[in-house]
T-cell receptor, first 110, second 115 residues
């Protein structure tokens, strides 16, 4: 079963706009990670946020975590065509075993 | 630094045949993972190794799937016999160890088509 569920399933925006993706999960976690997957580079780790953190930044990425609502969001600012990919949240309950959600397919139009 | 290597990249077989996938993790990474990713879904963890021992294989269909990591480095995943529903991309990943929050590095995957 997949613990995380991303919303929306698909998102299409213009270059330069911001993209927000949401993830909900069901059980308590140690940390939550976001990954990107495209045909060129495969599945790549983007950012990790621990259960005791509320917000984290990395370049144009901003991740929030609300453990009371069991939800997380990924914001990509000033999107580029190269950001076109599928984005997955993955929860780690213990031992670095990840449970991935179904993903959000992001299309950034030039 | 060399990444996670997988072979073959593509495989087409008929149902009831056998198939094997190979993975070479990043040098020095003690933890190795096999995932199954069905088209349109996120990856699903099949098995996790720490060195040459199995940490978790609760989602591995053991009646037809097997995996080994005999010397704690390379790993093979086998399906015997294959079913139509096994058509998927099989991803191998590795991490330095299994401490919480370790980044997992993924290989390019093997795309399996079962006819």
């Amino acid at each position: 079963s997949q613990q995380g569920e991303e919303d929306p399933q698909a998102l299409s925006i213009q270059e330069g706009e911001n993209a927000t993706m949401n993830c909900s999960y069901k059980t308590s976690i140690n940390n939550l990670q976001w990954y990107r997957q495209n045909s060129g580079r495969g599945l790549v780790h983007l950012i990790l946020i621990r259960s005791n953190e509320r917000e984290k930044h990395s370049g144009r990425l901003r991740v929030t975590l609300d453990t009371s609502k069991k939800s997380s969001s990924l914001l990509i600012t000033a999107s580029r065509a190269a950001d076109t990919a599928s984005y997955f949240c993955a929860t780690d309950r213990a031992g670095n075993m990840l449970t991935f959600g179904g993903g959000t397919r992001l299309m950034v139009k030039p | 630094e060399a990444g996670v290597a997988q072979s073959p990249r593509y495989k087409i077989i008929e149902k009831r045949q056998s198939v094997a996938f190979w993975c070479n993790p990043i040098s020095g990474h003690a933890t190795l993972y096999w995932y199954q990713q069905i088209l349109g879904q996120g990856p699903k963890l099949l098995i996790q190794f720490q060195n040459n021992g199995v940490v978790d294989d609760s989602q591995l269909p053991k009646d037809r799937f097997s995996a080994e990591r005999l010397k704690g480095v390379d790993s093979t995943l086998k399906i015997q016999p294959a079913k139509l529903e096994d058509s998927a991309v099989y991803l191998c990943a590795s991490s330095f160890d299994l401490a919480g929050g370790r980044e997992q590095f993924f290989g390019p995957g093997t795309r399996l088509t079962v006819l």
